[in-house]
């Protein structure tokens, strides 16, 4: 069985950092694509940011390039998002996924506000 559980999400002020993790199972993950997306209050979920399987290759949305930083871990099944200079309107449910598996776990919520 597929599993995302996302962590380490919370209530930060503007400009400050957090960092995601996503434990993950059920999968080969070694060999899978992971990405990270949000939903903002009263919006569609949107895409933030893949990282390709041996990490050589990253993509990012604009509104996020530049702060934000995805990474893996392998040996951990782990994928992770930095996340810098945060804003109100980074505020959102984070999600990972790996975008080939159409499944989602429930998220971590971010929180951005002074």
């Known amino acids: 069985q597929v599993q995302f559980v996302e962590s380490g999400g919370g209530l930060v002020q503007p400009g400050e950092s957090l960092r995601l993790s996503c434990t993950t199972s059920?999968?080969?993950?070694?060999?899978?694509?992971m990405a990270w997306y949000r939903q903002p209050p009263g919006k569609e979920r949107e895409f933030i940011a893949r990282i390709s399987p041996g990490s050589k290759s990253t993509n990012y949305a604009d509104s996020v390039k530049g702060r934000f930083t995805i990474s893996r871990d392998n040996a951990k099944n782990t994928p992770t998002l930095q996340m810098n200079s945060l804003n109100p309107e980074d505020t959102a449910v984070y999600y990972c996924t790996a975008p080939t598996l159409q499944s989602w776990g429930q998220g971590t919520q971010v929180t951005v506000s002074s």
């Open positions: 059920g999968f080969t993950f070694g060999t899978s694509i």
